[in-house]
């Protein structure tokens, strides 16, 4: 049986398998979610379904597409819907990494040095633009996206879950910004592209803003913070057998071993699609984990954590090309649910 991971990835106690039950009133809560967000956001549910997932999985989004279609109103919505705090930090060259995670500041009327919270201590925290800023301010972010604290004058400040980053770049406009590091990518459960809405989809955008209100803000919460946390500890219970296992590793093992790559994926990314596949698997009304809930993530989840060789860059190789030849050379367990 699995084991939920404690502070600091210490073994815990064993993690409760997740029932058909539970799988009925998860499945309900994601749906209703769904609904809502994909109201604001018109014909992209796929992106959303992956928002979620990486929601309930405990990770983080990496939004990667041209302006305007739509990854600040994702980020929005979903934290309106969720009813937890939020809050925006538009990065910028100026931005100090003190305005991410907070500052102590002399309070006279303690006689004492007082911790302000910087734009990290939040439920949904929306980098808008993270590359815009200098390196050491996006690496503000990473013990917070990592282990869920912040570190500030050598006192740790826990962050309240549920804790999700959503940053957002541009891919086009890169005149000017710093790319992120292989460190911090690697932070990101999922990279996303939302993409051009159909004809009908766009249609139906312009009628929704005929009186120019901002639509996500105006959406009700269909659930609680607190319930998504609960959802998020519940989720270890979701079973994955020991041959899903071997192929999740199979992958990454492939990864490391390819031909047009010099950086495969980590076990931090092979943990993380551990947890998207179960998040994955539940929301279908599934108890357990299968093959093709792996085969359907893996794109979002190892694209943006593997780096072409030089060679493969002269000859155009992109990380989609590689990803989808590892997944069709990786044999997939034919007995999967064999030993629950």
């Keep these: 049986m699995d084991t939920k991971a404690g502070p600091n990835g210490t073994r ?18 994601f749906e209703r979610l769904a609904s809502q967000i994909e109201g604001v ?17 405990e990770g983080h989004l990496l939004i990667e597409d041209v302006p305007g279609v739509g990854k600040t109103l994702l980020a929005k919505a979903l934290a309106h819907s969720i009813g937890g705090s939020w809050s925006r930090v538009q990065f910028t060259p100026d931005l100090l990494p003190s305005d ?42 990473l013990e917070a996206m990592e282990e869920r604290q912040v570190t500030v004058d050598s006192i740790t400040h826990k962050l309240a879950p549920p804790f999700m980053v959503i940053a957002t ?5 890169l005149e000017g910004t710093y790319p992120l590091p292989e460190a911090q990518l690697d932070r990101f459960m999922m ?23 901002l639509v996500a803000e105006t959406l ?7 319930h998504i946390a609960h959802w998020t500890a519940r989720l270890s219970g979701v079973f994955v057998a020991p041959e899903v296992k071997r192929y999740m590793v199979d992958i990454a093992d492939a990864t490391r071993h390819h031909r047009d790559l010099m950086l495969g994926v980590s076990p931090r990314g092979v943990i993380s699609l551990q947890r998207a596949a179960r998040a994955l698997a539940a929301s279908l009304g599934r108890t357990y984990v299968v093959p093709d809930d792996i085969k359907a993530l893996a794109p979002s989840l190892l694209e943006h954590r593997v780096l072409l060789s ?30 629950k």
Excluded at 220 to 226: E, K, L
């Design 12 to 29: 815990a106690e064993p993690a409760v398998p997740f029932a058909l039950s539970d799988s009925n009133d998860f499945q309900a809560t």
């Design 41 to 57: 956001l018109r014909g992209k549910r796929r992106a959303v379904h992956l928002a979620l997932v990486s929601l309930f999985g």
């Design 100 to 141: 991410v995670t907070g500052i102590s500041i002399w309070n006279q009327s303690t006689n004492d040095f007082e911790f302000r919270p910087g734009g990290v201590f939040a439920n949904i925290v929306l980098a808008d633009e993270i590359n815009r800023a200098a390196p050491k301010t996006q690496s503000a972010l």
């Design 169 to 173: 770049q541009n891919p086009i406009e």
């Design 191 to 213: 990279r996303l592209r939302i993409g051009y809405p159909e004809r009908d989809a766009e249609l139906a955008i312009l009628e929704a803003h005929t009186d120019g209100s």
């Design 220 to 226: 009700r919460p269909v659930t609680s913070a607190a």
């Design 310 to 339: 030089p060679e493969a860059q002269l000859r155009s190789v992109s990380t989609t090309t590689v990803i989808s030849s590892v997944l069709e050379s990786v044999a997939v367990p034919a007995d999967h649910l064999g030993s």
